[in-house]
């Protein structure tokens, strides 16, 4: 079992970019898939981005392609979401999650069993 720790989050302006990264514990994280969520308040929580347990395939949401890019650092025991053009309508608390061994390629929060704390980033207009 691996436990997770978000940071990065916080206001940034409209267009502006933001990284979270999120360090996971245990020495099995090289076998775990990884993924970022997002809720927005009274909203489901939906996927963003996925990467496998040994980062070289990615998936993600077709509302961050071309702006958002997940990568992980094995090494480090670490998986990163950088955030680039941000929208308001992307104000949410970001999660990361973890799943031993292989996801769908679209997975869903239900996929995935271990989960970060959640940090907020705000997008102002």
């Known amino acids: 079992q691996v436990q997770l720790v978000e940071s990065g989050g916080g206001l940034v302006q409209a267009g502006g970019s933001l990284k979270l990264s999120c360090a996971a514990s245990?020495?099995?994280?090289?076998?775990?898939?990884a993924g970022w969520f997002r809720q927005a308040p009274g909203k489901e929580r939906d996927f963003v981005a996925a990467?496998?347990?040994?980062?070289?395939?990615?998936d993600y949401a077709d509302s961050v392609k071309g702006r958002f890019t997940i990568s992980r650092d094995n090494a480090e025991n670490t998986v990163n979401l950088q955030m680039n053009m941000l929208k308001p309508e992307e104000t949410a608390v970001y999660y990361c999650?973890?799943?031993?061994?292989?996801?769908?390629?679209?997975?869903?929060?239900?996929?995935?069993?271990?989960w970060g704390q959640g940090p907020q980033v705000t997008v102002a207009s």
């Open positions: 245990g020495r099995t994280f090289s076998s775990y898939a």
């Open positions: 999650a973890a799943e031993f061994g292989i996801i769908p390629a679209i997975p869903s929060a239900d996929d995935f069993g271990t």
């Open positions: 990467i496998t347990w040994n980062g070289k395939s990615t």
